[in-house]
């Protein structure tokens, strides 16, 4: 009976494992599809912004729809938004895991490691799933946030941001992270 016993525990153990393993992955999947509705999502907004009006008018329109956007799609369980060590809006400062992540993440872009750069996290204890995907540089982000910022686009972020401190960024440089939560008890 003991044998018996030992034995149901073990398969039990192991289907639990095996269910932990595929919510996890299914959690990654979702934290996947949120983070890049984000980034197309302000994309497109930031786009538009910039042709009707130019980086100024970007610079305005990031700080009005980004927050609502990351809001928009914070539901069922899930809190999605942006952090970074250098942050533009004072809201998106990194949490002490986050700030580890974005750490790695430095490390590995100038280790020149290739393939997305992403984290996720499990708390054994609430079930609580976290999720980070870098978010680089690119060369039309320096207009915003490089090193050398037109005087009529700093003063745009420095109105609209008046803590600012992410500029001075070169192209393929972390800029940031999204970073999401998924609360099993928020789901419900």
Same mark, same amino acid.
């Given at each position: 009976m003991c044998f018996a016993l030992v034995g149901f525990s073990s398969i039990a153990s192991a289907v639990q494992q095996t269910t932990t393993d595929l919510n996890e992955q299914d959690n990654r999947n979702e934290a996947r599809a949120h983070a890049k509705e984000l980034?197309?999502?302000? /994309?497109?907004?930031?786009?538009?912004?910039?042709?009707?009006?130019?980086?100024e008018v970007g610079v305005e329109e990031c700080k009005l729809v980004a927050e609502p956007i990351?809001?928009?799609?914070?539901?069922?369980?899930?809190?999605?938004?942006?952090?970074?060590? +250098?942050? +533009?809006?004072?809201?998106? /400062?990194?949490?002490?895991?986050?700030?580890?992540?974005?750490? /790695?993440?430095?490390?590995?872009?100038?280790?020149?490691?290739?393939?997305?750069?992403?984290?996720?996290?499990?708390?054994? /204890?609430?079930?609580?799933?976290r999720y980070m995907k870098a978010i680089t540089t690119g060369q039309v982000c320096t207009a915003c946030h490089g090193e050398q910022v037109?005087?009529?686009?700093?003063?745009?972020?420095?109105?609209?941001?008046?803590?600012?401190?992410?500029?001075?960024?070169?192209?393929?440089?972390?800029r940031g992270a999204f970073t999401l939560r998924y609360s099993p008890t928020d789901a419900e």
């Open positions: 980034g197309s999502n302000l /994309k497109t907004r930031l786009q538009e912004a910039i042709k009707r009006g130019g980086l990351a809001h928009s799609l914070s539901k069922e369980g899930w809190t999605v938004g942006r952090t970074a060590l +250098r942050v +533009r809006n004072p809201n998106n /400062k990194p949490d002490d895991w986050e700030t580890a992540q974005l750490i /790695k993440f430095a490390e590995q872009l100038s280790e020149n490691v290739t393939g997305p750069l992403e984290a996720t996290h499990v708390d054994g /204890k609430t079930g609580e799933f037109s005087p009529s686009v700093l003063s745009a972020i420095k109105k609209a941001y008046p803590e600012d401190e992410a500029t001075g960024f070169k192209p393929g440089s972390l």
